[in-house]
């Protein structure tokens, strides 16, 4: 059961008379010197106050929040700061500088939603899943909001759309079939990336890390690592592994975001908030946090669907990725074991939506596989914002680029 906010006190001038009703006048002290913004009270009960950016100048061991697009990061976020009183930075925030990319930042690198922007600034990783069957949608509601944005500031433009734009679903529709196949694959080797200590699944051209045209992605057996994990600092393999589904849990939700205060409590340069209050912390984030989430964003559900066939080829992924990670030499990684657990309830989720299909016999309309529907999808998918990013006209005004990539153009196109 969860210890509940104090609505009786809801300011933090009146810490003193709590410590006095309940009999301990030195209790205040305590409280301010342990915590600064969120406040844990004599009397069991909790405050959320709002974080703030980590301090410049302060040795630190930081800390990467690492998760596919629309994993559940605002979330786990926002839980982060009512334990710690940081704010997590972006590693997308083009209006910030290196310098402000400290403390706990998110990212989605190495997807193409993602950059590299905190040099050596991190040490440590914690890795964040959830269900493709909801993280693909979600995914394309995200960009759907900000316009298909394919930079910082056109992104930055329409970030007040976040979590209130409804995508059309033809839209939905035709991104779901031009990009599924590779959607699925940037899914599981974001895991791999973590998982495997930087695994590199892309040409070094590539800078999209998207396999677009002329690029394709690198086979399996020819991959190397990621230069950012040979050198710099961070250590790119998680410390642990914790899933969307648990966080947003009534019940699983505490002790999910526990794991994450575990990591944090003891790291240089971080307070974090004691253990006995946590409970009582998470709910009050929930209840007080002011940032905008809808746990069922719109495009996750409903019409916002995947074929059947589709379906079956997610399933075949996941528990592919589950088969990998839970035997040889990862059965006694016990990253590795908790992964393999969320992966099992996935499967297990796509698994019925499958059997929902075939007992209802309502399968999702699925388009004819010819030859002018894939040009339409081609033709819409140049004109978003993350289309033809390798277009010939734009790459060779690249001029120290276009050199190195010539040879892969046609002299036609």
């Known amino acids: 059961m969860f210890l509940k906010v104090n609505k009786e006190y809801p300011h933090r001038r009146l810490i003193r008379d709590v410590c006095e009703e309940v009999g301990d006048k030195d209790a205040v002290f305590r409280v301010k010197k342990n915590r600064e913004l969120s406040i844990v009270y004599p009397n069991g009960t909790c405050e959320y106050t709002r974080g703030a950016s980590f301090p410049s100048g302060v040795d630190h061991d930081g800390l990467l929040i690492a998760g596919y697009p629309a994993s559940g990061v605002r979330l786990t976020w926002m839980h982060v700061e009512g334990l710690t009183e940081i704010l997590v930075g972006d590693d997308f925030d083009c209006l910030g500088t290196e310098a402000d990319r400290e403390g706990i930042i998110k990212t989605q690198y190495p997807h193409i939603e993602g950059l590299w922007s905190y040099s050596d600034n991190m040490k440590d990783v914690a890795l964040l899943i959830r269900n493709p069957r909801s993280a693909i949608p979600a995914y394309h509601s995200l960009i759907s909001e900000i316009m298909y944005a394919h930079d910082c500031e056109m992104a930055v433009a329409h970030q007040q759309n976040l979590f209130t734009y409804h995508p059309p679903v033809e839209n939905w529709t035709k991104w779901r079939d031009f990009r599924f196949t590779e959607e699925l694959d940037l899914w599981r080797w974001f895991i791999d990336f ?67 205060a575990t990591l944090l409590d003891g790291r240089k340069g971080f307070n974090i908030i004691e253990e006995s209050a946590r409970p009582c912390i998470f709910e009050s984030t929930l209840e007080n946090s002011p940032y905008p989430t809808d746990v069922t964003r719109v495009g996750e559900v409903g019409e916002y669907n995947f074929t059947y066939t589709q379906l079956l080829e997610m399933l075949d992924m996941v528990n592919g990725v589950k088969a990998k990670y839970s035997a040889g030499i990862w059965d006694e990684n016990p990253v590795a074991g908790e992964l393999s657990l969320y992966l099992s309830l996935y499967a297990v989720d796509i698994g019925r939506a499958i059997l929902d299909i075939e007992i209802s016999q309502n399968y999702p309309p699925t388009t004819s596989p010819n030859g002018d529907y894939h040009r339409e999808l081609t033709d819409w998918f140049k004109n978003i914002g993350r289309g033809d990013r390798y277009n010939k006209a734009k790459v060779q005004s690249m001029f120290g680029y276009w050199p190195k990539v010539a040879h892969l153009y046609d002299d036609d196109t």
């Open 194 to 260: 973590w998982m495997e200590n930087g695994t590199k699944y892309w040409d070094d051209l590539d800078f999209e890390r998207n396999g677009q045209t002329p690029f394709g992605f690198v086979e399996e057996g020819n991959r190397g690592r990621d230069l950012n994990c040979i050198h710099q600092n961070v250590d790119c393999v998680p410390k642990i592994v914790m899933a969307y589904e648990y966080i947003n849990d009534p019940v699983l939700g505490p002790p999910e975001i526990n794991k994450l």
